[in-house]
């Protein structure tokens, strides 16, 4: 089992800044890669960011390229994301959740929410 924990949200206005963070605990040593995903109301869940935990090879969506930056800190078992130049169309609940080694298994953490005012 893993348990994933989100922070870092909050309510920014346009053009403003967050850095979200994952901390992992459980069995980390398992996880071989980690991904943030985003729900905005009204809408299905989409893939923002990922990760691979050994490699730090990392992909985005299309929207978000050049304005966030997703790193990690395998010492902590966590990962970031630093999101710049918000858009209100950034404003979502953003999830977590890694990928295990050798398993289908997924976890997920509860979700932050992230508010960008026009």
């Known amino acids: 089992q893993v348990q994933l924990v989100e922070s870092g949200g909050g309510l920014v206005q346009a053009g403003g800044s967050l850095r979200l963070s994952c901390a992992a605990s459980?069995?980390?040593?398992?996880?071989?890669?980690k991904n943030w995903f985003r729900q905005a109301p009204g809408k299905g869940r989409e893939f923002v960011a990922g990760i691979n935990w050994n490699a730090g090879s990392t992909s985005y969506i299309d929207s978000v390229k050049g304005r966030f930056n997703i790193s990690r800190d395998n010492a902590k078992n966590t990962m970031y994301l630093q999101m710049n130049s918000l858009k209100p169309e950034d404003t979502a609940v953003y999830c977590c959740n890694a990928e295990m080694f050798n398993s289908p298994s997924r976890y997920w953490g509860q979700g932050t929410q992230v508010t960008v005012s026009s």
């Open positions: 459980g069995r980390t040593f398992s996880i071989s890669g």
